[in-house]
């Protein structure tokens, strides 16, 4: 049986909780409480074939906020466009942006309705950050959200988030051109943020977290790190350039950080130059 709920404007949202979503299976690994059981039962899968993914959705989860804080802290930029932000939880883009200065923007995208439905709930009383449904694989409809507009001055520098959702987009679905069509919105000085699972670290583990992610009807495509560094076409990757995400501007001394086998998961940062 699935359920149904309202969204912000009062219309029938069906959840689909009769079958395993990445959002909800995301949250049951980094131990949300925003998901079902056939959340649950298909991350268990996962779990069985790579029994480090709760280490590694939590280095991506601290990736994440590294690099945002690093964006506002270093980079001064004060507008975020983070596409499949995913559930609420600890440290999202908002409350890391918004540390820093409060006056920070933030439109998070998600083409999962739970997402809209919590995160709307959780946002309500901020004015500086909206949630909108949209799906990456059509970037204009997103760019052109007037919730987006509303929010988001294309004239100035902003963060392009892609974090963990790319491996989400098939090859079919061309990827590359995706982004380049959102990175033609951007003005020079624009970052993009990008995370990606791959098996080049523990190829036998990762490929079976593939296989019982597409098992349960949830499209994953690892990918190697040429093939991921591609994805920063028309950037100048911002140092230490693509690592494991345990390492990226990490503080944690190298010898207390999980190892890279157990992470198995690229980031980085690329600005867009002058
Ligand atoms: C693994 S979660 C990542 C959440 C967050 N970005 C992070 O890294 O912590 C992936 C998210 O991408 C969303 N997603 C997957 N494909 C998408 C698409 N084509 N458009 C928008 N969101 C998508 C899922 O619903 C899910 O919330």
Do not use: C
């Amino acid at each position: 049986m699935s359920e149904a709920t309202s969204d912000r404007a009062g219309g029938e949202v069906d959840l689909r909780t009769d079958r395993p979503h990445s959002a909800r299976m995301y949250d049951y690994l980094l131990g949300g409480k925003d998901h079902y059981v056939v959340d649950a039962e298909a991350a268990e899968k996962a779990l069985g074939a790579f029994p480090m993914l709760r280490v590694a959705a939590r280095e991506n989860r601290k990736f994440l906020g590294r690099a945002v804080r690093y964006l506002a802290q270093e980079a001064g930029i004060r507008q975020f466009l983070d596409l499949g932000s995913g559930l609420p939880t600890a440290e999202n883009v908002h409350q890391v942006a918004q540390r820093v200065d409060p006056g920070a923007r933030v439109v998070y995208v998600d083409n999962d309705p739970i997402v809209l439905v919590y995160g709307s709930a959780l946002l309500g009383k901020n004015d500086q950050t909206v949630v909108i449904q949209g799906d990456m694989r059509d970037p204009e409809a997103i760019l052109d959200h007037p919730r987006t507009r509303s929010l988001i001055d294309f004239d100035e520098p902003v963060a392009l988030l892609a974090v963990a959702i790319l491996h989400f987009v098939g090859d079919d679905e061309d990827p590359l051109g995706i982004l380049r069509r959102l990175r033609q919105a951007l003005p020079a000085g624009s970052h993009v943020i990008l995370s990606h699972a791959t098996a080049d670290i523990a190829p036998e583990a990762a490929m079976g977290v593939q296989d019982a992610y597409r098992a349960q009807g949830v499209p994953l495509t690892l990918r190697g790190r040429e093939e991921f560094t591609r994805f920063f076409e028309g950037t100048e990757l911002v140092e230490p350039g693509v690592q494991v995400v345990s390492d990226w501007r990490s503080t944690v001394p190298v010898e207390a950080r999980p190892d890279h086998a157990d992470v198995s998961w690229y980031g980085g940062v690329g600005r867009i130059p002058s």
